[in-house]
């Protein structure tokens, strides 16, 4: 239960600052928002600015439940607003899903094309602009989160051969079917340095002493998260090709502290690096798909793995946790750039097409453009849960 309450703020999180990005750059440039949310309806109640056109007489009122009227106050409000010509601004929400949050800009339908507050009226940059909105805050995102790792103190690996006694020994990486697995060790196990009837000292000694157990029961001692644990398993006698007898890779890992004003300029170079992985990683995926080489896409995860990895990482401790989302708030924005219909990307993709050929896509054929691909990804993500479901039964 505490994985999916930590799962849900995580994603809450991420869709909140994404939407927040689409409509603060929408309202600066002149472009009406009906209602900024805080989760997904049904609404518990809003608030909302309302007065004069040229400003003067603003007061702020609150609406409670889905519809606007049902209370004696808020049926008053109304009728001040009708009788007055007064205009109402933003509904500000707080809705009951809390799945992130949304925002209802005018005209991003199509609707509106010859009042200057739609969206659909605004030149093609201002549209692109508030398009890329949400994309940007999940990078700016990224990049303060990772800050803030890297002034809390953030893990990285060291090249020494010599345990230092700051340092800790992590597993970061286990072979499928190897007896690691089997033993139940996981990716982020810290292998402590007394082991039964051996004392680690350097990185070789770890080896060493899972090499003379070979075909016998080995003992691990490990840390996860603030638990000890000894698992027992058996490692091979025949090593696997590019595996040891154990089936795992290890590290030492030291926590580095970085002054505020080093920290801000190298989380902004390490975003820009996960990008390009992260890129280079999905050129991989499509070029294994075409080619039909590969296990292409079989890396993806969806819901369900990402909760199985936010358990995992949670335990690790605070660092890791951020870490994790910033990583996770980088891949939201690169997935909704991607050109494709239903995402911020294909919207951004028919805006070009319609400076390229010098009139709007039919929106017709737009939305169903829209609708199609969103079906798609629908039926992409039913089939990612169900493999992962799968996985958890193995």
Not at 289 to 306: D, F, H, K
């Amino acid at each position: 239960m505490t994985t999916i309450i930590i799962f849900i703020a995580i994603l809450g999180v991420l869709i909140f600052v994404h939407e927040l990005g689409h409509f603060v750059v929408a309202r600066r440039n002149g472009i009406r928002a009906d209602e900024f949310g805080f989760g997904f309806p049904p609404r518990i109640f809003g608030i909302q600015r309302y007065g004069d056109k040229d400003g003067k007489n603003k007061k702020w009122r609150i609406i409670f439940g889905r519809r606007d009227g049902d209370g004696d106050n808020e049926a008053k409000d109304r009728q001040e607003i009708k009788n007055k010509g007064y205009e109402k601004g933003t509904i500000y929400s707080l809705n009951w899903i809390p799945l992130g949050g949304f925002v209802k800009i005018k005209g991003e339908n199509g609707e509106g094309k010859n009042e200057p507050d739609s969206f659909v009226s605004k030149s093609a940059w201002t549209r692109i602009k508030v398009l890329a909105a949400g994309v940007t805050m999940n990078f700016i995102l990224a990049w303060f989160l990772i800050a803030v790792v890297m002034v809390l103190g953030i893990p990285e690996a060291m090249n020494s051969e010599i345990i230092s006694p700051d340092s800790k020994i992590q597993i970061s990486g286990i072979s499928a079917d190897s007896p690691a697995e089997n033993m139940g060790l996981k990716v982020g196990d810290e292998i402590l340095l007394t082991q039964p009837e051996y004392k680690i000292e350097k990185l070789e000694d770890i080896k060493n002493y899972i090499d003379k157990k070979k075909g016998q029961e080995i003992v691990l001692q490990i840390k996860r998260g603030q638990k000890t644990l000894e698992l027992k398993g058996f490692p091979r006698i025949e090593s696997v090709e590019n595996q040891g007898a154990l089936g795992i890779a290890y590290t030492q890992i030291e926590m580095k502290k970085y002054p505020i004003h080093i920290a801000i300029w190298e989380s902004f170079k390490s975003v820009f690096e996960l990008i390009w992985m992260m890129l280079s990683a999905l050129y991989l995926i499509i070029k294994n798909l075409v080619t039909g080489s590969g296990n292409a896409g079989m890396e993806v995860a969806g819901p369900v793995g990402i909760v199985m990895l936010t358990s995992q990482v949670a335990s690790l401790g605070l660092v890791y946790l951020l870490q994790f989302v910033a990583i996770l708030s980088i891949n939201l924005g690169l997935i909704n750039i991607l050109p494709i219909p239903a995402l911020d990307g294909g919207r951004i993709l028919f805006i070009l097409i319609e400076k390229i050929k010098g009139s709007p896509v039919s929106q017709k054929i737009e939305q169903s453009f829209h609708f199609v691909f969103f079906a798609l990804l629908i039926l992409l993500m039913v089939f990612i849960t169900y493999r992962d479901i799968l996985n958890l039964f193995k």
